[in-house]
């Protein structure tokens, strides 16, 4: 897919992988429509000069407030008349203990942001744009945890085996549409993401070269899935 003239949504924009992300795509100029939770981190992204006059649209909402999701989705469209490409940055890990230990709201705020709200995400960008084109892409940052077990993060764990299932599945279906679904599976990633700062690990920017990557191959070449770890990961196996 030639990235020339493409219409883009990214989620989790003000933070880690999908600031990172935000700030190469406006390089390339890009039309952009961006989200994330927090207004005040939203206002700092937009006051950096790299990226003025390069957001179209973009609002702050909590992304487990699926109504809001559906009426950003809906607005994005009018304001950029059709989404090429949407990224699905936002997740948490929020909640860390061995599963016999997981209070019910917590594996449940744990779905809601890394599983149901990408979900929606996908199903609204999908019929109310890239269906009646037969093209476009979407792709989902996913993590390495969905393909090995992990102590102490079973329901972040539990919530991304999930959302990678569910990627499985509509990369089938929306195939037949025209509609890539791709994924990304990065492991360490030095983010805020993380209590402490790990140097060793992956770059937020280094991930978001990734998936600029992913989204820059011609049209017939559907890149359905890439991992990224640091070179110090050797938890995987």
């Known amino acids: 897919m030639s990235l020339i003239n493409k219409k883009i949504l990214v989620t989790g924009a003000t933070s880690g992988i999908g600031k990172s992300l935000v700030l190469k795509l406006a390089d390339l100029d890009l039309e952009l429509a961006i989200c994330g939770r927090s207004r005040t981190k939203m206002n700092d992204l937009l006051a950096l000069p790299e990226l003025k006059g390069k957001v179209s649209f973009q609002d702050t909402f909590d992304a487990t407030d699926f109504e809001q999701v559906k009426t950003f989705v809906s607005k994005t469209t009018e304001r950029l008349g059709q989404i090429d490409v949407l990224v699905n940055c936002a997740g948490a890990n929020a909640s860390r203990g061995n599963v016999a230990d997981i209070p019910l709201e917590d594996m449940q705020n744990m779905i809601n942001i890394n599983l149901l709200s990408p979900f929606v995400f996908m199903q609204e960008v999908f019929n109310l744009s890239m269906r009646a084109k037969q093209m476009g892409q979407i792709i989902n940052v996913l993590s390495t945890v ?43 990633v030095d983010t805020p993401f993380r209590e402490a700062d790990r140097p060793a690990y992956l770059s937020a920017e280094s991930v978001a070269d990734a998936i600029v990557f992913m989204m820059s191959q011609q049209g017939n070449c559907a890149l359905d899935e890439l991992t990224v770890r640091p070179m110090v990961e050797k938890n995987y196996c």
């Open 146 to 188: 969905s393909g090995f077990s992990n102590q102490g993060i079973g329901a972040y764990t539990a919530s991304k085996a999930g959302f990678d299932a569910l990627t499985k599945v509509f990369r089938k279906e929306a195939r037949d549409e025209g509609v890539k679904v791709s994924a990304i599976y990065p492991g360490g």
